[in-house]
C-alpha cells in the first residue's frame, strides 16, 4: 500500500505542475470509482488467470558456457515477440541477440504452434548478420495471403542515433521450403512498432520512428511493398516535456484514429493525440491520467465489441507487472485487472542458478504482442528480455469484467 501511496503523491505533484491547458486527458475511468488523477488502489484490482506455457526458454550465451556461476548478464536476450495465426498454426517471433539488446549480430527468429501451449524449437527468419549489423523483430503481416516478417535493420549498438543504416526489411515464409526468404526492403530510416494495418480505403498504415525517434506513419502498402507515403505526427522535440517512443494507434466508429504514446521523459504517464483525416495530419500529443511504467504498449479489438489493452500499468513496480485495461467506446478505459501470470519452469541444468530472478513479482515482464485465437486471447511477452512466454486467458472471464 505504501508504493501506492508514494506513486498518487508522485502523480498529483506532475499534475500541479501542469498549466491549465495541459491537465492530463482523462482516458482511464475506473467503475471503482478511484480518482481520475490515477489515484490506483493496484491491490484491489481483479485478477486474470490463465494458462501460462515457455515458447524459447532462457540459454547462456555463447561467451559464458563455461563460467562457474550464471546470472543474467550471462544469457541470451529474446525480446520485441509478436504473433499471428496463419495457415493452421500459431507464429511467434523475437529479437535473438549475444547479450544485451540491440548488440550486432542480434537476429530474428521464430517458433510454431498448433495448440499455443507446445512449441517447435526455435528457427532463424533473418539469419544471423555479421558485425557490425543487426536486426531487431517487428511484427507478423499476413498481406495478400503471404506471410511475412518485418525485421529493422541497422548498424552498430542500438537503432538510434548517427550513421545506423536504418531501414526497415521483409521476409517471406517460403511454404514449399519451410524457409523464410528475404523479399525486399520496405523504407529507408524506419523503424515501425507493429505491423501494419488497413485503411477503409484498402491503404496500409503503420507508425514509423527514424533514427532520431521523430515519430510519423507510413501510408500505401497496397500496389507494392515499397510504396508508402510519409505523413510527420510529432518530432522527437516538438512537445515540452514529452519525448515519443513506441506509439499505437486504433480506428473509432467515426474513422477517427486514436493514437497513445509510451513516453521516455519520465511523466510515467501515456500520451495521446488523434487524426481526422485517417492518418495524414495528426493533433499535438497530450498527457494523460493513464500511468504506464515507462514500457511499450499493445491494444486489440475483439469479436465481443470490446477493446483489450495490455501494459505495465503500475509504476511504482516497474515492469514487474502487466494488466489488462478494457473499453468499450474505444476512448475510455473503464477496467483495468492484473495479469496473474505464475512463475515459469526452471529450465536447464544451470538456470537454478538464476531462478529466483524468473520468479512472479521479480522478474520483468514486457513488450506485451496480443492476438484472439478460439475464444482465448493469447499474450506473448519477454521475462527479463531473457526468455519468451505466453499467457492465454479466456474472452469469458474477460467479459465478466466488462459485466461486473
Not at 509504476?315 to 494488466?323: D, N, Q, S
Not at 467506446?329 to 477496467?335: A, V, W, Y
Not at 486471447?377 to 472471464?397: M, P, V, Y
Amino acid at each position: 500500500m505504501w508504493r501506492t501511496a508514494v506513486f498518487a503523491i508522485f502523480l498529483s505533484c506532475v499534475s500541479r505542475g501542469l498549466q491549465a491547458e495541459e491537465r492530463p486527458v482523462e482516458i482511464l475511468r475506473l467503475s471503482q470509482g478511484q480518482a481520475e488523477s490515477g489515484e490506483i488502489d493496484y491491490a484491489a484490482l481483479p485478477k486474470i488467470g490463465g494458462t501460462h506455457t515457455v515458447v524459447n526458454a532462457a540459454s547462456v550465451n555463447s561467451a559464458s558456457v563455461n563460467e562457474p556461476k550464471i546470472d543474467l548478464h550471462n544469457l541470451r536476450l529474446q525480446l520485441h515477440n509478436y504473433l499471428v495465426s496463419h495457415g493452421d498454426r500459431l507464429w511467434c517471433i523475437w529479437s535473438d541477440g549475444p547479450r544485451v539488446e540491440d548488440e550486432p549480430t542480434q537476429q530474428v527468429k521464430y517458433s510454431t504452434s498448433v495448440d499455443g501451449v507446445t512449441w517447435s524449437m526455435p528457427q532463424t527468419v533473418t539469419g544471423e548478420p555479421k558485425a557490425p549489423y543487426a536486426f531487431i523483430a517487428r511484427g507478423l503481416w499476413v498481406r495478400d495471403g503471404e506471410l511475412l516478417a518485418l525485421a529493422a535493420h541497422f548498424k552498430g549498438k542500438g537503432a538510434f542515433g548517427a550513421d545506423k543504416e536504418l531501414e526497415l526489411q521483409a521476409f517471406a515464409w517460403d511454404e514449399q521450403a519451410e524457409a523464410w526468404r528475404f523479399k525486399q526492403k520496405l523504407y529507408d530510416n524506419a523503424i515501425n512498432n507493429f505491423a501494419p494495418q488497413r485503411l477503409p480505403g484498402g491503404d496500409w498504415i503503420m507508425t514509423r520512428r527514424d533514427a532520431r525517434f521523430n515519430v510519423s506513419v507510413l501510408i500505401g502498402g497496397r500496389k507494392s511493398l515499397d510504396d508508402w507515403q510519409v505523413f510527420p505526427v510529432v518530432g522527437v522535440r516538438d512537445v515540452q516535456g514529452f519525448r515519443p517512443d513506441e506509439p499505437i494507434f486504433w480506428p473509432l466508429a467515426d474513422d477517427t484514429l486514436f493514437a497513445l504514446y509510451r513516453d521516455n521523459s519520465g511523466s510515467q504517464r501515456l500520451f495521446h493525440s488523434t487524426s481526422e483525416d485517417r492518418g495524414r495530419t495528426w493533433g499535438k500529443p497530450v498527457i494523460t491520467n493513464f500511468p504506464n511504467a515507462t514500457s511499450k504498449i499493445f491494444s486489440l479489438p475483439t469479436s465481443r465489441g470490446f477493446r483489450v489493452m495490455v501494459l505495465n500499468a503500475n509504476p511504482a513496480v516497474g515492469r514487474r507487472e502487466l494488466y489488462l485495461a478494457i473499453t468499450q467506446d474505444g476512448r475510455h478505459f473503464d477496467r483495468l485487472a492484473l495479469l496473474d501470470i505464475p512463475s515459469p519452469p526452471v529450465v536447464g541444468n544451470r538456470a537454478s542458478e538464476v531462478w529466483r530472478k524468473f520468479r512472479a513479482g521479480i522478474a520483468s515482464l514486457q513488450y506485451p504482442h496480443v492476438i484472439e485465437h478460439d475464444d482465448h486471447l493469447l499474450i506473448a511477452f519477454s521475462r527479463n528480455k531473457n526468455q519468451t512466454e505466453l499467457f492465454r486467458i479466456s474472452l469469458d472471464d474477460v467479459e465478466k469484467l466488462v459485466s461486473d
